[in-house]
């Protein structure tokens, strides 16, 4: 699994948008994308994924870009209850692969 | 609910004593992964099964073990146990094909 590399803590002011950067340089043509997050010391959750296009939920926007080396999560309008360490992930697409875990961005939103 | 359950939910047990750690995956998934994270550490991958049988391998001591039974389910087993393997243990579990893996809640493990 390609290497992933995330600023280690970000401040975001609730209401704003939060944008964690995710750089993926060594990432190869059949690894996907993909973000989780934890909260304290919570199950990781499920974000988003995409391997070369853009993906919108009702979470977040992935952008990845064109060469695929980075991508940014956005969070539109992050709230408190989105304060919790991100996980950017480069993924093989073989069936069922392991998710390799990084140290993440600590993101803390705040008032 | 992310629809994978542990159990428990913590478990204290003594230094050299043995136990297991259940997980039930979503219905339909056929893999299951477990992880550990110690204190203040990050999600290291111990390892994975798929239809019963052993997929991938991670950073996984001799004294653990895992399998998982034909209705899914899968079991980690920690033996001779040192403080040191106080940790969260999660279980995660994904269908086939390269969708997302949802993970269990964790079981808290504290060695005495």
């Known amino acids: 699994d390609a290497k992933t590399t995330q600023p280690p803590s970000m401040d975001c002011a609730e209401g704003r948008a939060a944008n964690l950067p995710c750089n993926h340089s060594?990432?190869?043509?059949?690894?996907?994308v993909y973000w989780y997050r934890q909260i304290h010391s919570q199950g990781p959750q499920y974000i988003i994924h995409g391997l070369k296009n853009n993906e919108t939920n009702e979470m977040a926007s992935l952008i990845i870009t064109e060469d695929r080396k980075s991508s940014t999560l956005i969070l539109p309008h992050a709230t408190l209850r989105d304060t919790a360490v991100y996980y950017c992930i480069a993924r093989n697409t073989g069936t069922a692969s392991k998710l390799t875990f990084g140290t993440g961005t600590r993101l803390q939103v705040t008032l | 609910d992310s629809g994978v359950t542990q159990t428990p939910k913590h478990l204290i047990t003594a230094t050299g004593q043995r136990v297991t750690l259940r997980c039930s995956p979503r219905s339909g998934d056929l893999s299951v992964y477990w992880y550990q994270q110690s204190l203040d550490q990050g999600l290291q991958f111990l390892i994975q099964?798929?239809?019963?049988?052993?997929?991938a391998k991670g950073n996984i001591l001799e004294r653990f073990s895992a399998q998982q039974f034909p209705d899914l389910h899968s079991e980690l087993n920690l033996s001779s146990l040192e403080l040191g393997d106080s940790a969260l243990y999660f279980c995660?579990?994904?269908?086939?094909?390269?969708?997302?893996?949802?993970f269990g809640q964790g079981t808290r493990l504290t060695v005495v």
């Open positions: 099964y798929y239809n019963g049988e052993e997929r």
């Open positions: 060594t990432i190869s043509g059949n690894e996907y």
């Open positions: 995660a579990s994904s269908a086939e094909g390269n969708t997302e893996a949802f």
